[in-house]
């Protein structure tokens, strides 16, 4: 069974995946698409232009693109494209993968404020990053009962060596503070909750100006714009795979006033929540005649 599935035209992971990787060619343009995993893109041959809502950027040989649940994206004038696709259920980093909240580097890279990053690699980086993406791909979805630890550490390393690529300044510094890593998990479990500064620094027992300095610090995101970005990407994901009214969509992730939450979706996004269900919930996010896998026959991501 394959670990990418598609409703409605956008791709996610199958029910019980939690990794995805394989190398894909695109000898044609791919149209706007979206996810609702994370995922880490590695050039490994030919050119491109990526684009997506931060803008137009050519890709090369070596070149990484990391981006959040929910953001879209394409490649145009591709020119012998063949690159890795490193997809991730974003629940790994609530859950073996929380512990990067308080490592400065990966925690900068997985929760940055941009939700996009972009980096280079050079040829010994990347050589090293393709080895464990092979071992990945490998892997395929063997039952995680027996090989958690494997993807999870394969994962672990790749995710380092993007990292120092991708987010090299946030590797200075202390980890995240014990008070911040306390309130993003708050926020993160329990978000359909009428959070306020002051009422999550009372759940943690800190004055909200103590704790908002301490969160922006190891997060780049004051507590209420954290909380924002994660109703946005979890409402995403209901907007593409689910047929709920955006209204309710709004109340579930915690906004009362629909309203309210389009305005922030679009900000985030660029498009309103009706928009982005009607350009992403009904296309498919490519056209397997201008692409095919390289390695294992299992369905084109990008």
Request: proline share 6%; with cysteine; charged share 20%.
């Amino acid at each position: 069974m394959h670990a990418l599935r598609e409703t409605k035209g956008s791709l996610a992971l199958a029910s019980g995946s939690r990794v995805h990787t394989a190398r894909y060619a695109h000898e044609e343009a791919v149209h706007p698409h979206t996810h609702g995993f994370v995922e880490l893109v590695a050039v490994v041959d030919g050119t491109a232009v990526h684009c997506s809502r931060a803008g137009r950027t050519p890709l090369a040989v070596g070149d990484l693109v990391l981006l959040r649940p929910g953001l879209w994206h394409s490649y145009e004038e591709c020119a012998g494209l063949v690159l890795y696709n490193l997809c991730f259920n974003p629940e790994l980093l609530q859950g073996e993968l929380a512990w990067t909240r308080d490592d400065r580097l990966l925690g900068g890279l997985l929760r940055s404020a941009a939700g996009e990053a972009r980096g280079r690699l050079d040829a010994g980086a990347l050589a090293e990053c393709t080895a464990h993406l092979d071992a990945l791909a490998a892997l395929g979805s063997p039952p995680p009962a027996t090989h958690r630890a494997d993807l999870v550490g394969r994962l672990a390393l790749v995710l380092g060596i993007a990292a120092r690529a991708l987010a090299p300044a946030a590797g200075t510094g202390p980890g995240a503070h014990p008070a911040a890593l306390a309130a993003a998990r708050l926020l993160e479990d329990r978000p359909e909750r009428r959070w306020t500064l002051e009422r999550l620094g009372a759940e943690l027992h800190l004055s909200p100006g103590y704790l908002a300095r301490r969160f922006k610090a190891a997060f780049g995101l004051p507590p209420l714009a954290y909380l924002a970005r994660h109703r946005i990407e979890t409402a995403a994901g209901l907007l593409l795979h689910t047929d709920l009214p955006v209204g309710r969509i709004a109340r579930d992730v915690g906004w009362a006033d629909p309203n309210l939450f389009a305005r922030r979706f679009r900000e985030r996004i660029g498009m309103s929540p009706t928009a982005y269900r009607k350009t992403f919930a009904h296309r498919t996010a490519h056209d397997p005649a201008t692409a095919s896998p390289e390695r294992d026959g299992s369905r084109q991501d990008g």
